[in-house]
């Protein structure tokens, strides 16, 4: 079962849960990926695949992320709860990330693998970490972590 199945089948358990919280994330997680497939029809895309579903999610939990440093700094707890609630319900649908040690070890990997030797193939390894681990790594994380083991 792919994750638009599971979008609509959460949905459907939180209307008869009676969530209206959880339903209306879930609205507007659906009416993203609707905005999402329908800006790939031009490059004859009916619907996007999975991978591009998740760095969607990726994308909604990050503006999110963003939202609640702005509503915490303006004095706004009331809607930062309600971004770190839609966080909760976005990160359910995320392949959980690799903890540190982990993706210490696959940039390591990553490095011995291509052969890079200095700053210059840095977006060679970024390739081939997001090839292998795209779905569990945090790539705005790894960047410096791939910095400093070429640096």
């Known amino acids: ?46 619907k996007i695949p999975d991978d591009e579903i998740l760095a969607m999610l ?8 963003e939202s609640v440093e702005l509503y915490r700094q303006g004095n706004r707890p009331e809607l930062a709860a309600k971004e770190e ?12 990330q690799m903890d540190e040690a982990a993706t210490k070890a696959a940039v390591e990997a990553a490095v011995a693998e291509t052969g890079a030797a200095s700053v210059k193939d840095m977006g060679k390894v970024m390739a081939a970490l997001k090839a292998r681990h795209g779905a569990t790594l945090d790539m705005s994380k790894v960047g410096g972590l791939v910095k400093a083991a070429l640096g």
């Open 1 to 46: 079962m792919g994750l638009r199945e599971d979008f609509v089948d959460q949905m459907k358990a939180s209307m008869k849960a009676g969530d209206p919280a959880r339903t209306s994330t879930l609205r507007m997680i659906m009416a993203r990926l609707k905005d999402t497939d329908i800006a790939a029809r031009p490059k004859g895309v009916d």
């Open 58 to 65: 990726r994308n909604m939990q990050k503006s999110r992320r």
């Open 85 to 96: 609630a839609e966080i909760a319900v976005i990160e359910a649908f995320l392949p959980a």
